[in-house]
């Protein structure tokens, strides 16, 4: 990214970690909705962690994997790193298991595993634009929260702050010191040993495990304890309609990825492989896009959402909207537009899959081609004096969506409605307030 003056709106502080805090803003000159990772203030005269924030971006900036989120390039607003990337539009795994304390589906879980490792494998290999040699990356900190699943099935490694690597215009010192999650750390990272891909493959077993069990397994930093707990979690694992056969499989794997000894683990190519290679022999189906479809676009739909000015991170992210208040950028392209012609369609209320893509896509959407659509009378003939009659259903499908964008215009209208002489509106209506109040508590 390489504009002097760059222009944002947040929209949403999407999440925060131990050293920057992710949010989503609408980038005003472009129309473009992108995600900014910004250091906290209480990492800003610390040197090294600046060092590793702009090393982040270099080095994501020139790996080109569908597996790993694409970075546009390092930003310095107001004399602070801000790394612009692309916004993915899902969840982290640690948000999607949260309510499945079963975890997900045996080959949701073998999947996801499958790409991660192909694409730690891509960043472990990857050449520099103009290199010779590969970076080397080890991302270090691999855990469900640093993993995304998009609505459409794409999964995305993420949040390599404190990976390591080797390449031109490195600034940070790499040392193994002991950072990432606990939970998820190999053995030999505590140790302080230098870092091998080996301990990204003894994450990813843990992830397995809990992916497929809904249960993380705690282990050991001692190899006699490590193991029994190992063989005491993969006896424990059991999953429906999995056979004996299918189960020894499975335990295999994941006691090979997170052996003890790191020399005994699989490579990231073998362990794609192996991976493959269960799938086949299983008759398990690499396809997420369809389970994402059906379970995680309503989740990352339906999540709790507060506004930027509300969040506790919020006076933190203040500096990112100044410019936006300075310079005037010609309006991008709106969304209102779309949204005015799908309203005209016969019956768009019938089936509100297409709907629901458009705004999750476009979360800086209005209520207004919404408002259009709405009666402001109380009786169902307030348009007897001109202009067609709208469905009752139409109008009970808005009054729905609008739950989601409670503006004063909004809960006026809602207020009118809900004296409305059709008690499905009234109903409707009464919801949208009900939820309104709800959330100003």
């Given at each position: 990214m390489s504009r002097g003056m760059p222009a944002?709106?947040?929209?949403?502080?999407?999440?925060?970690?131990?050293?920057?805090?992710?949010?989503?803003?609408?980038?005003?000159?472009?129309?473009?909705?992108?995600?900014?990772?910004?250091?906290?203030?209480?990492?800003?005269n610390r040197p090294r962690v600046i060092a590793r924030t702009k090393d982040e971006a270099l080095m994501l900036s020139q790996i080109h994997h569908p597996g790993i989120v694409r970075v546009d390039g390092l930003l310095t607003i107001e004399g602070r790193p801000v790394i612009a990337m692309d916004w993915v539009r899902g969840l982290s795994l640690e948000a999607i298991l949260h309510p499945r304390k079963q975890g997900l589906p045996m080959p949701i879980g073998v999947e996801i595993v499958r790409q991660a490792a192909l694409a730690l494998g891509a960043a472990y290999h990857a050449v520099p634009l103009g290199g010779r040699a590969p970076m080397h990356i080890i991302h270090r900190d691999v855990k469900p929260?640093?993993?995304?699943?998009?609505?459409?099935?794409?999964?995305?490694?993420?949040?390599?702050?404190?990976?390591?690597?080797?390449?031109?215009?490195?600034?940070?010192?790499?040392?193994?010191?002991?950072?990432?999650?606990?939970?998820?750390?190999a053995p030999e990272r505590l140790d302080g040993y230098d870092d091998k891909p080996s301990c990204d493959i003894y994450s990813l077993g843990v992830v397995l495990h809990e992916l497929v069990t809904g249960r993380h397994a705690v282990l050991s930093v001692h190899r006699d304890y490590h193991n029994q707990a190992l063989q005491k979690h993969l006896a424990a694992?059991?999953?429906?309609?999995?056979?004996?056969?299918?189960?020894?499989?499975?335990?295999?794997?994941?006691?090979?990825?997170?052996?003890?000894?790191?020399?005994?683990?699989?490579?990231?190519?073998?362990?794609?492989?192996?991976?493959?290679?269960?799938?086949?022999?299983?008759?398990?189906?690499?396809?997420?896009?369809?389970?994402?479809?059906?379970?995680?676009?309503?989740?990352?739909?339906?999540?709790?959402?507060?506004?930027p000015i509300d969040h506790p991170s919020y006076p933190q992210l203040a500096f990112l909207e100044r410019q936006a208040r300075k310079v005037q950028f010609p309006a991008p392209p709106d969304v209102d537009q779309e949204l005015r012609l799908f309203l005209k369609q016969p019956g768009w209320w019938e089936d509100l899959h297409d709907l629901e893509i458009i705004l999750v896509k476009n979360p800086h959407w209005s209520e207004a081609p919404f408002?259009?659509?709405?009666?402001?009378?109380?009786?169902?003939?307030?348009?007897?004096?001109?202009?067609?009659?709208?469905?009752?259903?139409?109008?009970?499908?808005?009054?729905?969506?609008?739950?989601?964008?409670?503006?004063?215009?909004?809960?006026?209208?809602?207020?009118?409605?809900?004296?409305?002489?059709?008690?499905?509106?009234?109903?409707?209506?009464?919801?949208?307030?009900d939820r309104a109040h709800l959330a100003a508590r």
């Open positions: 944002f709106k947040l929209l949403e502080i999407a999440a925060a970690g131990t050293f920057g805090t992710v949010c989503i803003v609408k980038d005003l000159d472009r129309g473009t909705l992108v995600a900014l990772k910004v250091l906290k203030d209480t990492h800003l929260s640093n993993m995304l699943l998009s609505v459409d099935g794409e999964l995305k490694v993420v949040d390599f702050g404190i990976a390591r690597g080797e390449f031109a215009g490195k600034e940070a010192k790499t040392l193994s010191m002991v950072l990432g999650a606990r939970g998820y750390l694992v059991q999953i429906d309609g999995l056979g004996e056969p299918g189960h020894a499989l499975l335990r295999s794997l994941v006691a090979d990825m997170c052996c003890y000894e790191e020399e005994d683990r699989p490579d990231h190519e073998t362990l794609a492989r192996r991976l493959g290679e269960l799938q086949d022999q299983l008759g398990l189906s690499r396809d997420l896009s369809a389970w994402a479809t059906a379970e995680v676009f309503p989740q990352f739909r339906d999540r709790p959402r507060i506004r408002l259009e659509r709405l009666p402001s009378g109380h009786r169902s003939w307030w348009r007897f004096w001109g202009g067609p009659e709208v469905d009752s259903n139409e109008i009970v499908a808005i009054l729905d969506v609008l739950r989601h964008r409670p503006s004063r215009d909004v809960l006026q209208r809602a207020e009118q409605l809900r004296r409305h002489s059709d008690d499905n509106i009234a109903l409707a209506a009464q919801r949208l307030l």
